[in-house]
């Protein structure tokens, strides 16, 4: 799986995005998909997660309430729709595909995901 974002941008504070992510590659709807951010000198960490399905969906404390993630299986697609975005949330976006199998789950770890995207990134001025 081979994974493309996009979206990113310089948006004021209060601002939107949507951010999306192209997989390509065979058995989409095979995967759980995940969004994370890295800012400049800390690590990557979790924002958002959607089962294989879509059914289940999971995001990080930082983000509840403002951030949707979404997937659309038959365009091959994830979707983050960034809402009211702060300065701190200014960071490179990734987003990851893990191998769901059978199951209806939507990882939170890195090590749970096996292919990621090059990264889109997101810069939000107050």
């Known amino acids: 799986v081979q994974l493309q974002a996009s979206g990113g941008g310089l948006v004021q504070a209060g601002g939107s995005l949507r951010l999306s992510c192209a997989a390509s590659?065979?058995?989409?709807?095979?995967?759980?998909m995940g969004w994370f951010r890295q800012a400049p000198g800390k690590e990557r960490d979790f924002v958002a997660a959607i089962s294989k399905s879509g059914e289940s969906t999971d995001y990080g404390d930082s983000v509840k309430g403002r951030f949707t993630i979404s997937r659309d299986n038959a365009k091959n697609t994830v979707y983050l729709q960034v809402n009211n975005l702060k300065p701190e949330d200014t960071a490179v976006y990734y987003c990851?595909?893990?191998?769901?199998?059978?199951?209806?789950?939507?990882?939170?770890?890195?090590?749970?995901?096996?292919?990621w995207g090059q990264g889109t990134l997101v810069t939000v001025s107050s």
């Open positions: 590659g065979r058995a989409f709807n095979l995967y759980f």
């Open positions: 990851a595909a893990g191998y769901a199998g059978n199951y209806g789950y939507a990882g939170r770890r890195r090590d749970e995901y096996r292919y």
